[in-house]
């Protein structure tokens, strides 16, 4: 017995030496095919779009696109380090006339956002194979869509904030050019969020093979796309593309994209509206709402996980020994549903429209390993409750609260309102702010002023106190004059 153990771990240590010899053969190949061989730094340029993760006008369509006009990035692997820089010429979301936007990417290795930012070097079909080969990786080939390939996995060196390996896997075809790199990083809804970017249509200038489409995918749909003119390795000037202008005066400096961002301060102490009704306010406010047995929250995962249990907190300080049994939220962008987990965590059933359904409890159904969070700690799963039709209602014999689709809103399908009729409260997320003083009736007007207003009237409510979701400025309830001022209506 004691010898067929002997030689069962003799034949793993084979095997594994094995399997590392092929990985190191298979990046060896690979490296040479893509010309990758004495190769420190490069830069490509093209034109490519990029995509607002989380902002699309309907849960279950494809992320809203920017164009990214100029678009030129450099990489020095051995910082490591990149530079991304573009020019956007884009009509504002509001409406009204095209401006010109410069824009950039600054990733240092101690730019905060960690992987979230690192993995825009290392997904790279050069800097993976680069990756592979400083971080003992593995190599198997496989049949992916009829093709045979090798897939390379590597771990890797920073961690998450979990403790776990950030892992990179690479699909490296016949030729020794990479098709796809696939990792994953934490996010606040998908947990563990999957990361795909594809290469395609391969050219070669001077001997380095570089990929004339790049697609990198998240949830599902593209998030940064890009045509590629060119490619050239070990530019002279690469310091000159690597520098960091100074941002100019009053201007915050320049740095990565926003998903390195710090959590969002929790929510500052409540403020009483109503007998039973308190609004808990922050960047992004909510509304707890009584009722006999149980409490209803509006907005109930805001911003960051951080946000929402601030704001359940303090939703338990103010009804001491009833559940939060349902929250509602008024539409599914990631701004106001960052910390819909944290919701999740407390047994909150989540009320949306049946459009909004299907998406959350997908999103909400992954691994959460990379950064467990109270979701992942409290072990529970999503309860997503999505209600036909344009009404859903909360009544006892105490309180009543409506929830009404918006018709008509560009913004986003299945956005709500919450409505008290005994109290005259209304409840609106992202279709009115206070105009500037310089422009006290925007021309032309706010498109999802005009629908909110529309839609007051449709409903035939008569609110006295108007609370957004958004803080406003100044720091106030808003008034049916306010919205009629705003849209020049006199009457």
Partial sequence: MKLRYSLSFVLFVLCAAAQAQDAKSVIANATKAMGLEGVNSLYYYGSAKNFSLGQNNNANQ???????????????????????TWA????????GAATLQRGQQ??????????????????????FLKG?????ATAQAQTVSGKR????????????????????VGYI???????????????GIYGDLQVDTSYSYYRDNNGLKYPTEI????????????????????????????????????????GPPPGGAPPAAPAAASVKLADGVYRIPGAYNSLAVEFADNVLLIEPGPQSEARALAGIAETKRLFPGKPIKYGVITHHHFDHTGGIAAAVSEGITIVTPEVNKAFLEKALSGPRTLAPDAMAKSGKKAVIEGFKGDKRVFQDATRTVEIHVIKGLPHADGLVVAWLPKEKILVYADMFNFPPANE????????????????????????VSILSIHQMNPDRLATMQDIRSSLGITN
């Fill in 106 to 127: 600054n990733i240092l290795p101690t730019s905060p956002g960690g992987w979230g930012n690192q993995l825009e070097i290392w997904t790279t079909p050069w800097g």
């Fill in 62 to 84: 494809p992320w809203p696109q920017t164009p990214l006009n100029d678009y030129v990035r450099a990489i020095d692997f051995t910082v490591p380090a990149s530079r991304a």
């Fill in 132 to 136: 592979a080969a400083a971080n003992n």
């Fill in 440 to 463: 006290p009736v925007p021309n032309p007007q706010v498109i999802g002023t005009r629908v909110f207003y529309e839609n007051i009237r449709r409903l035939g409510l008569d609110p």
């Fill in 173 to 187: 075809n016949g030729d020794g050019l990479v098709d796809k790199v696939t990792t994953w990083v934490e996010h």
């Fill in 149 to 168: 390939v090798q897939v390379v996995t590597w771990n890797a060196p920073v961690k998450s904030p979990g403790g776990q390996n950030y892992r990179v």
């Fill in 88 to 95: 956007t010429f884009a009509i504002p979301v509001t409406g």
């Fill in 215 to 254: 697609v990198q995918s998240r949830g599902g749909w593209p998030m940064f796309t890009a045509q590629i003119l060119a490619a050239w390795a070990n530019p002279p000037k690469l310091a000159e593309m690597m520098a960091i202008p100074p941002p100019p005066a009053g201007a915050p400096g320049a």
